[in-house]
């Protein structure tokens, strides 16, 4: 099996329309993409298999989608205003930018190679900052915010007295955040606008251990039901050099990329620190009054934070494989979970003559209904399949002379290549059969 490398999967997400670099016609800004047809798909498929599992199939979790622009209060008491920095040298020589923990600061410069051209550190906010309002002063500076996670909080009260949740609750969000970085390297696994998928899990303090225990098991699981294969996945345990000051304890799933095992998402039991910060800055009492045993507490929370770009970097480097087929050929293919490929089904009419595209055309339509179909009439049938292959089409149905007499098809299956004559009225069950039932073979 060959080699997955960043290069590999940079090309294909350029050729096959998931992901283009910002700005391209002029020189591209660093650290920002856009997904293109195929990886907006992949990304939304993403998502909404996140957030089907979190507030659909899981009890006791209700959704938000909070506003990016926030007082910026809510950041003085996050402590992102003071403390949300990173480390940064120039380069005298190039003028290359630099975060002081990632290189050697008596060595040479990676870029121009000159030694001992570093200035010395100073903090960098890794806050995007703007202006609200006609005037641009102080008054009026707000932030982009960095993270998702303090909407959740600051409406923790409003979604209490709203939905008449209780403890043990958590709420869910997935949206934009903007982090000032500075590098920005491995395509989008770092990059200066992202979208986060994340729950913050609230419970009685001294239930916060059994509920950080529970929340490691479910997000790992929830990557195997994904479709990643294990061995590409593991933990990491935060030591006392890596936790945050006002986490008790914290755990990284990470993903073995192209570049190496990098975190793809974060458990924290951050205790009662996000909500206390905020009732001592707003004024506002952010306890509960508990039901069952009438006492009040500020809530601990466990979090799970996924980056949801990061997650479609993680699904395009499992899924790559080129491989060698019988006689030398080979094929690149996506092994996607069929609920998160860009296209489900592809409909393919052996020739274009004699009412069998007209055939599949209104057969493609007719599957639309159920799901992302994709109609391809061009080039030899191989090279259309080949076509799917490269962007993890998991099924294809092959529309031929037969199918005009019986009302049968082929249907392909990505992974194994096998094909299987379906009659028409059966082809719906069967892709949905095969989906649910949809098991990745370890490679």
Not at 85 to 98: A, G, L
Not at 335 to 361: M, Q, R
Request: glycine letters at 6%.
């Amino acid at each position: 099996m060959a080699e997955v490398t960043m290069d590999k999967i940079v090309s294909l997400c350029k050729r096959r329309g998931f992901i283009f670099q910002s700005s391209e016609i002029y020189g591209g800004l660093n650290g920002a993409y856009d997904y293109g047809p195929m990886g907006v798909q992949l990304k939304n498929n993403i998502r909404d298999f996140w957030w089907k599992e979190m507030t659909q199939i899981h009890d006791g979790i209700v959704g938000l989608d909070a506003s990016i622009l926030m007082h910026p209060r809510v950041w003085e008491a996050s402590g992102h205003v003071s403390n949300f920095t990173d480390p940064m040298v120039d380069c005298k020589q190039c003028r290359s930018r630099f975060r002081a923990d990632q290189i050697d600061l008596n060595g040479a410069c990676p870029t121009c190679g000159t030694k001992e051209s570093f200035t010395e550190p100073r903090n960098f906010n890794l806050m995007f900052s703007t202006h609200i309002g006609a005037d641009a002063d102080s008054g009026s500076t707000i932030y982009l915010r960095p993270e998702t996670a303090q909407g959740i909080y600051v409406d923790f009260k409003n979604i209490v007295q709203s939905s008449r949740v209780k403890i043990p609750f958590g709420i869910a969000q997935v949206g934009k955040s903007f982090r000032n970085e500075i590098t920005t390297k491995n395509f989008i696994f770092r990059s200066c606008e992202f979208e986060q998928m994340e729950m913050q899990w609230f419970c009685k303090p001294g239930s916060d251990e059994q509920w950080f225990s529970y929340w490691r098991e479910q997000r790992m699981a929830f990557y195997e039901k994904l479709g990643i294969q294990r061995s590409s996945l593991r933990w990491h345990q935060h030591g006392p050099d890596e936790l945050a000051f006002y986490a008790k304890d914290a755990y990284d799933i990470q993903f073995l990329f192209p570049m190496g095992w990098q975190e793809l998402e974060g458990v924290h039991n951050r205790t009662d620190y996000d909500l206390t910060q905020h009732q001592t800055f707003s004024g506002k009492e952010m306890n509960y009054l508990d039901p069952e045993s009438n006492e009040r507490y500020i809530p601990y929370v466990v979090e799970t934070s996924a980056g949801l770009t990061r997650n479609v970097l993680m699904a395009l480097s499992d899924a790559y494989e080129e491989e060698t087929l019988e006689g030398g050929d080979v094929r690149t293919v996506l092994h996607f979970h069929p609920k998160i490929a860009p296209v489900t089904v592809a409909v393919l009419p052996l020739v274009k003559k004699d009412g069998i595209a007209d055939y599949a055309s209104r057969l493609e339509k007719e599957l639309r209904e159920d799901f992302v179909t994709f109609f391809d009439v061009s080039g030899a049938i191989g090279r259309r399949y080949r076509r799917m292959d490269e962007i993890g089409t998991p099924y294809c149905v092959t529309v031929d002379y037969d199918t005009l007499q019986d009302d049968t098809v082929t249907l392909r299956f990505r992974d194994s290549m096998e094909q299987v004559r379906v009659p028409i009225t059966e082809l719906v069950a069967t892709i949905g059969k095969a989906t649910k039932e949809y098991k990745r073979v370890e490679a």
